[in-house]
């Protein structure tokens, strides 16, 4: 892996323990007992979106798993999956709820830009707010293409290109304003955070084909009038969301 890359992961190793230790660690549970998948900061409902189908004796990779509280919804749906996370903290309290509340599932530690698992394994690859902001396309990508089926399906949620136009300097929420060039949201990193990414629709299509995919949908997300907020992960306010697409959710299929 080119240098540059490597210390760049290391700086992202580094900030995921720290928000494990703030954020994510206590509130995981609330995610993990959540009755039904749904999607995103507003808890959009899987079964308004449709982007799944039966997910019953599926073979599915949730890549940048985090707390896995997706991969625990899927498993109660009858899928067989693995969580893929290159943070020992996360995982720790992924272990920590599968004991708890169960249900168990595999857990792999390692980088998802360099994934140790032979090719061809599972008929899905998903990842919920994971490797799309948190991977470089041009890696991650060609490992998801990699690691599918024939007719294999990645769908994931990242933040909208639109939303992190909006993000002030300084980090925080989404504004009213674009604050800063579309390029810039190629690669960006926030104070004190780590380095995200945040590509364009033209870009999403590009490096989505570069990697063999074809297309099957992009579905933005807006928040409903009311609902669940989620506990610890927040791009923009409900309002701004109820405007505005905060998150995007892509489909796309492996021929
Ligand atoms: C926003 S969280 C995942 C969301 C998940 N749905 C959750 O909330 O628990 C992003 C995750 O990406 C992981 N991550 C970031 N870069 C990664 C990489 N290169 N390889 C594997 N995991 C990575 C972090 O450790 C973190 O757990």
Do not use: K
Request: a negative charge.
């Amino acid at each position: 892996m080119a240098e540059g890359r490597a210390a760049e992961i290391a700086v992202n190793r580094e900030v995921w323990a720290i928000v494990n230790e703030r954020f994510t660690n206590g509130a995981a549970e609330g995610m993990w007992v959540m009755p039904e998948v749904v999607w995103g900061l507003f808890a959009t409902p899987e079964r308004e979106l449709g982007v799944l189908g039966d997910v019953e004796g599926m073979d599915v990779l949730e890549l940048a798993c985090g707390t896995a509280y997706f991969s625990a919804w899927l498993a109660r749906a009858g899928a067989r999956p693995v969580g893929l996370d290159f943070s020992g903290e996360q995982l720790a309290t992924v272990r920590h709820l599968q004991a708890r509340l169960g249900p168990d599932f595999p857990l792999v530690h390692a980088d998802a830009e360099q994934v140790p698992l032979a090719s061809g394994l599972f008929d899905l690859v998903v990842s919920e707010h994971g490797v799309a902001a948190w991977c470089e396309p041009e890696r991650w990508l060609p490992e998801a293409a990699r690691l599918l089926r024939p007719g294999g399906r990645l769908v994931f949620l990242t933040n909208s290109n639109l939303s992190a136009l909006c993000v002030p300097a300084d980090g925080g929420v989404a504004g009213d304003r674009l604050l800063r060039g579309q390029r810039e949201t190629r690669r960006v990193q926030w104070p004190g955070g780590g380095i995200e990414f945040h590509p364009s629709h033209g870009d999403w299509v590009r490096h989505l084909r570069s990697a063999g995919f074809i297309i099957e949908a992009m579905h933005e997300i807006y928040a409903p009038d009311d609902g669940i907020d989620h506990p610890f992960y927040e791009i923009a306010s409900r309002e701004w969301a109820n405007r505005w697409p905060a998150e995007e959710l892509w489909v796309a299929v492996r021929p």
